[in-house]
């Protein structure tokens, strides 16, 4: 089945505690993206990748990396979370970016 | 970067009614603009997106049009049922995807 994976769906940590969100897809897609997601906000790009060793950033990168080692791998990294990162996070992906993007199943992330 | 502006915030329709939600863009250079549906608790997916070779677009119930000049898109929904109750985002590629804010649908049977 077509789709893409993110782990975990939820978590709850502190603050300063490093953690990894994961995002697989197995669509052969060149393109990847994280999104977060707040009330009255709609979806913002955190990072995005248009293929493998190639990232950029998307309208809020603060206090985010990411890394595209490998097609179909695009994890988020969060080296020093603060509760201003309590968030629901979608990683998605696409063919290329001018294309229907399909999105995973989203990560709520509180930061305490 | 480009400005991506969604009107309205809420929309509250009776069943059988039309809805419309417009988007506006800044960058003239943006050429795809897709419309996703979030259903409560669910991920985005897409019904309807028009590239900026088209004015027009529609399947179905749903609609997509786009005005170049003005810069700016509309999400048209005929015949509302309450399944279609949700919030719409509309988004414009231009090397990147930018969303605007959403627009919370209300079908009201």
């Known amino acids: 089945e077509a789709q893409v994976t993110q782990n975990p769906r939820y978590l709850i940590t502190v603050t300063g505690k490093k953690l990894t969100v994961t995002c697989s897809q197995n669509?052969?897609?060149?393109?990847m993206s994280w999104y977060r997601q707040d009330p009255g906000l709609g979806l913002r790009q955190i990072y995005y990748?248009?293929?493998?060793?190639?990232?950029d950033k998307g309208d809020v990168p603060e206090g985010y990396k990411v890394s595209r080692k490998e097609k179909r791998n695009f994890p988020l990294i969060l080296e020093s979370p603060s509760p201003n990162q309590t968030s629901l996070y979608f990683c998605?992906?696409?063919?290329?970016?001018?294309?229907?993007?399909?999105f995973g199943p989203g990560t709520r992330l509180t930061v305490l | 970067g480009e400005n991506v502006e969604q009107h309205p915030s809420t929309l509250s329709v009776q069943e059988g009614d039309s809805a419309v939600i417009k988007c506006t863009y800044s960058?003239?250079?943006?050429?795809?603009f897709p419309w996703y549906k979030q259903e409560l608790g669910k991920r985005p997916q897409l019904i309807i997106d028009?590239?900026?070779?088209?004015g027009e677009k529609k399947d179905q119930r749903i609609a997509v049009t786009l005005n170049k000049t003005a810069k700016h898109f509309s999400l048209h929904i005929t015949e509302t049922q309450p399944e279609d109750s949700a919030v719409y985002f509309c988004?414009?590629?231009?090397?990147?995807?930018?969303f605007g804010a959403g627009t919370r649908l209300t079908v009201k049977p």
């Open positions: 669509m052969n897609h060149e393109y």
């Open positions: 988004a414009v590629w231009n090397n990147d995807m930018r």
């Open positions: 028009i590239r900026s070779n088209v």
């Open positions: 990748s248009m293929n493998v060793e190639v990232t």
């Open positions: 998605a992906s696409s063919p290329q970016g001018r294309n229907e993007q399909f």
């Open positions: 960058d003239s250079a943006s050429n795809y």
